[in-house]
Structure formats: structure tokens, C-alpha cells
């Protein structure tokens, strides 16, 4: 009998070690740094920009945790588990920047325990994964190489720096709302 998986199913893994373990270590101290920003906010609070920027920390929690379902999913599915980006509208770009906002109904406690999910989901991925080597070719977008595929390890990278970036933008989100610093 043959079996399919999602990546929305639980697995029973066994515990990372080696490899895994240290690319499981490092994207967990990212997502706690970006976390730890949030950390006694309001609602109202993990709302509002406090820079030039359209930036907000429930806005970039919400859009980690989409870019890194997103990631984990084309582990397993290819290039279809993302859009065609160079085939967006313009109303697709603007339901993909809802994810950096929090909208009305959005609450800081939601966004967070749909990432703390997301990075579950992740963690027995990367657990079960055969082989880091396993690569799938990357969709179209323009800041893609044509014919360019990434391994599972590649795209692990991608969302550990994608984590660190969007943590070291919180950090500076939380400083201009409060003064309160992730380090320091």
C-alpha cells in the first residue's frame, strides 16, 4: 500500500541529531528572538508601526510563520506549494502584504500560536526528512534563477536567515514602541 503524508500530519520522528539538530537549534533561537519581541504587548500593540516602515511585530509573526509553512511545505511538494510570483496580480500583492499587518479579528495571542504550530510542524519535517539533500526545483519569480532547485537543507537556511532578518527588524520595531531591546 502506498502511503502519502502532508505536511499537516504528525509524525513520529525520531529526535534530530547531527545536522539537523544544529539547523533545528539555530532557526529555534531565531523564531525566540522574534517571539521574545512581542513579549507583555497589546493587541493594539503588536499592531502599530513605529517606524517609516508598514512594519509591525504581530504583522512580522504572522509573515514568518507564512513564509516558513510555505518553505516546509515546498520541502515536500515542489515549486506548486508557492504561487507563480511573476504571474501575481496586483490584488494578489495585496492580500500577501495583509500578511505584515495585523487585521481586525487578528490578536497577538492567534498570531503566536499559529507560528509556535508552524515551527512544530517544521521541527518533525525536518525530523522525518530522508535525506537534506533532497532538492526540488524553486518556482518562477523574478529573484529566482531559471532551472535553479534547492535542497531541504538550502531552503532550512532560507528560513533560519529569513527568521534572524525579521527578528533584527522587531528588534527595532520593540525599541521605537517601548525602548524595550531583545539583547542589550
Not at 534530530?16 to 522574534?34: C, I, M, N, S, Y
Not at 515542489?78 to 481586525?104: I, V, Y
Not at 527578528?167 to 517601548?178: F, K, N, Q, V
Request: glycine share 6%; with cysteine; net charge negative.
Amino acid at each position: 500500500m502506498n502511503e502519502t503524508r502532508t505536511i499537516d500530519e504528525p509524525t513520529t520522528a525520531p529526535t534530530p541529531t547531527g545536522e539537523r539538530a544544529d539547523l533545528l537549534v539555530a532557526l529555534a533561537k531565531q523564531r525566540h528572538f522574534l517571539r521574545f519581541t512581542t513579549r507583555d504587548l497589546t493587541d493594539e500593540q503588536a499592531g502599530q508601526r513605529t517606524t517609516a516602515s508598514e512594519l509591525c511585530l504581530g504583522g512580522l509573526v504572522k509573515h514568518v510563520a507564512s513564509v516558513e509553512r510555505t518553505w516546509a511545505a515546498f520541502i515536500v511538494e515542489g515549486p506548486s506549494a508557492m504561487p507563480d510570483f511573476t504571474a501575481m496580480t496586483e490584488a494578489d500583492f495585496a492580500r500577501r502584504a495583509d500578511e505584515f499587518r495585523m487585521l481586525p479579528g487578528d490578536t497577538l495571542a492567534g498570531v503566536l500560536a499559529d507560528y509556535e504550530e508552524v515551527a512544530r510542524r517544521t521541527d518533525e519535517l525536518v525530523a522525518a526528512l530522508p535525506d537534506l539533500d533532497t532538492a526540488q526545483p524553486l518556482p518562477k519569480a523574478p529573484w529566482f534563477q531559471a532551472d535553479e532547485a534547492w535542497s531541504a537543507r538550502r531552503v532550512l537556511l532560507h528560513v533560519v536567515a529569513e527568521t534572524a532578518q525579521h527578528a533584527g527588524h522587531a528588534d527595532i520595531i520593540r525599541e521605537s514602541l517601548d525602548g524595550s531591546k531583545s539583547m542589550g
